[in-house]
C-alpha cells in the first residue's frame, strides 16, 4: 500500500521528464501523489467497508475519492475521466403518497473496456487483503471489471495483485517470475538495461505492468527498485508505483526517511485509512505506518516544517475547518468549478454558446437537498435557506450564478430544452426556484418568467414548506 503511494510520488516529477539513469533526487519540492495513489486508496476503502466486494460499491467509492480528494499532480485518462464526471443519466418519474411527482436521476457508469494501466496501479491493497491466491486474483478483476473490462486490462490488475501476495507469502523471486511468466504470458525476460533505451510512455498494461516487475526481479532493496522503476522512463508515476507495490510486499522494509517524505505529503484522510488498513489486513506485517499523532493540530509535523505543496495539501484537505461564519463547506463548489474540462468556464462557454454538452450541472446550478438520489446530486446539494444564502453571498460562486442566469437570459425565445437535456432543464428550474426564495425579485426570478412560464418547481417549494414547519 504505502509502496505504492511512494512510488507514484517519487515517480510523479519524471513522467513527463524523463531521465533514463539511477541517480536522482528521490523527492523534490515539486513531488506529491497523483490520481494513482487516489485510487488506489478508493480501492482500501472499499475492500474494508464491503466485504461482498460489490461492483456497484467500488463504483460509488471510486466517484466518491475523485470528487473529495483532487490530484495535486496528474490527472485522470481521458477514458476514466469521462467515466468519473460524465456518466449517462435516466430519469425515474416516481408518484407520491400525495399523488405528486417527483423525477429520479440515476447515474449509468458501464465498463469501457479498457486496457489502459489504471486497473494495476490502484490495486496494491487487493495484494495484501486475502488468504489465498484465487481469491486475490478474483478480487483483482472485479476492480479491473468496473472500468477496464477488457483482457488486458483484467490480466495487468491480476498479475500485479498476484506478484504482491506471492510477495508478501514470502515466495522467491523466481517463483514469482516463473509464476507470473506462466499464468499471465508476459515476457519478463529483458533486463532493465535493455528496456530503457526504447522505452516510450507506454499507458497500457501490457506496456506496463512487465517492465515495473522486471525493475521489481533487479532491485536489491525498496530503494533500488525505485530507482530502477523511475530510470525506464515512460508513464513513470503508474510504473513506479506498480513495482513498489511489490518490491515493498518483498522486501517489507522502507527506509525511514522515505516514509517520512512520503507521508507528510498525504492529507490526513489517508493517514487514517492506511492506518485502519494496517490493522484490518495482512498489511500488519509492515512496522513502519507511523502511529497516531498525540500533538495537538497546531503542533502537526505536517505544519510548517514541509514543503509549499505540502502546506497546500493541509489547507486542501484538513479535515479541521477554520472558524468562520459559514458551516456549510461551499469550497466543494469551488473546487468542482475549477475543472479543466467540466468546470465553471466549460459550463459557461456551452450556455453561451446555447447547448450543453458536458455533465456540470451539479455544481453549477445546484439544487435543494431531498431532489436528487445519485451521489453527485446529493454531495452537490444545498442543504436549506441558510446555505443558499451564503452561496450567493460567495465572492466567487454568487457572481458565477449570475453570470450563468445572463448566459441563459441571451437566449430569450429559444426553449430551454433546446439549450439544456430535459433532465437538465429540470433541475436548472428548481435550482433558480430556491434561489429566487432567497433573494426575490433578482435574475433568478427572470429566468422562470422567461424559460418556464414564471411557473417556479413545486417540489422544491414544497421541500422548503415542510422543513419550515419542523
Known amino acids: 500500500m504505502l509502496g505504492a503511494i511512494i512510488g507514484d510520488t517519487v515517480g510523479s516529477v519524471y513522467e513527463f521528464s524523463n531521465i533514463k539513469t539511477t541517480k536522482f533526487p528521490l523527492f523534490s519540492p515539486f513531488s506529491n501523489f497523483t490520481d494513482d495513489s487516489v485510487m488506489t486508496f478508493a480501492v482500501a476503502d472499499w475492500l474494508l467497508n ?8 467500488l463504483i460509488g467509492t471510486f466517484v466518491h475519492f475523485a470528487n473529495k480528494y483532487p490530484c495535486p499532480m496528474g490527472g485522470y485518462g481521458g477514458g476514466f475521466h469521462n467515466w468519473l464526471f460524465n456518466p449517462t443519466t435516466e430519469v425515474e418519474t416516481v408518484i407520491q403518497p400525495d399523488g405528486s411527482k417527483q423525477n429520479i436521476i440515476h447515474e449509468i457508469r458501464k465498463p469501457y473496456n479498457s486496457w489502459g494501466n489504471g486497473s494495476a496501479m490502484r490495486t496494491s491493497a487487493v495484494g495484501w487483503m486475502f488468504d489465498s491466491l484465487e481469491e486475490t486474483e478474483r478480487v483483482a478483476e472485479i476492480q479491473a471489471s468496473v472500468t477496464h473490462n477488457h483482457p488486458e486490462g483484467i490480466k495487468g490488475a491480476q498479475a500485479t495483485s498476484a506478484a504482491i501476495f506471492l510477495a508478501r507469502t514470502g515466495k522467491s523471486k523466481a517463483e514469482i517470475k516463473q509464476y507470473i511468466e506462466s499464468r499471465f504470458s508476459y515476457d519478463l525476460s529483458k533486463t532493465c538495461d535493455e528496456i530503457r533505451p526504447s522505452y516510450h510512455f507506454e499507458p497500457s498494461c501490457q506496456g506496463t505492468v512487465p517492465p515495473a516487475i522486471v525493475a521489481f526481479l533487479e532491485s536489491s532493496d525498496f530503494e533500488s527498485c525505485l530507482r ?37 505529503r498525504l492529507p490526513y484522510d489517508f493517514e487514517s485509512l492506511l492506518r485502519r488498513f494496517h490493522k484490518l489486513s495482512h498489511y500488519k506485517q509492515v512496522d513502519y505506518i507511523p502511529k497516531e499523532s498525540t500533538s495537538k493540530p497546531e503542533e502537526s509535523p505536517r505544519t510548517g516544517k514541509t514543503s509549499s505543496i505540502g502546506n497546500l495539501l493541509d489547507n486542501l484537505f484538513s479535515n479541521k475547518k477554520e472558524k468562520s461564519s459559514s458551516e456549510y463547506d461551499l469550497d466543494r463548489f469551488v473546487k468542482a468549478q475549477a475543472d479543466q474540462y467540466s468546470g465553471y468556464y466549460t459550463a459557461l462557454a456551452e450556455i453561451t454558446a446555447g447547448l450543453k454538452q458536458s455533465h456540470w450541472i451539479w455544481y453549477i446550478f445546484p439544487q435543494l437537498k431531498g431532489l436528487g438520489k445519485t451521489y453527485r446530486s446529493q454531495y452537490y446539494s444545498i442543504s436549506g435557506l441558510d446555505e443558499a444564502r451564503q452561496y450567493l453571498a460567495h465572492p466567487v460562486l454568487g457572481p458565477r450564478l449570475r453570470e450563468m442566469c445572463n448566459a441563459l437570459l441571451s437566449h430569450e425565445g429559444k426553449s430551454v430544452q433546446a439549450i439544456a437535456p430535459r433532465i437538465d432543464a429540470l433541475k436548472i428550474r428548481s435550482s433558480m426556484t430556491l434561489f429566487d426564495q432567497v433573494s426575490p425579485n433578482d435574475i433568478f426570478a427572470e429566468v422562470l418568467e422567461t ?20
Do not use: R
Open 451 to 470: 424559460f418556464y412560464d414564471d411557473s417556479p418547481d413545486p417540489q422544491t417549494l414544497k421541500l422548503l414548506s415542510d422543513s419550515s414547519k419542523q
Open 50 to 57: 464491503d466485504p461482498s466486494q460489490n461492483p456497484n460499491s
Open 228 to 264: 530502477l522503476a523511475v530510470s525506464l522512463g515512460g508513464d513513470c508515476d503508474t510504473l513506479t508505483c506498480i513495482s513498489a507495490s511489490i518490491a515493498e510486499a518483498f522486501y517489507k522494509s522502507i527506509p525511514d526517511w522515505v516514509v517520512a517524505e512520503a507521508w507528510k
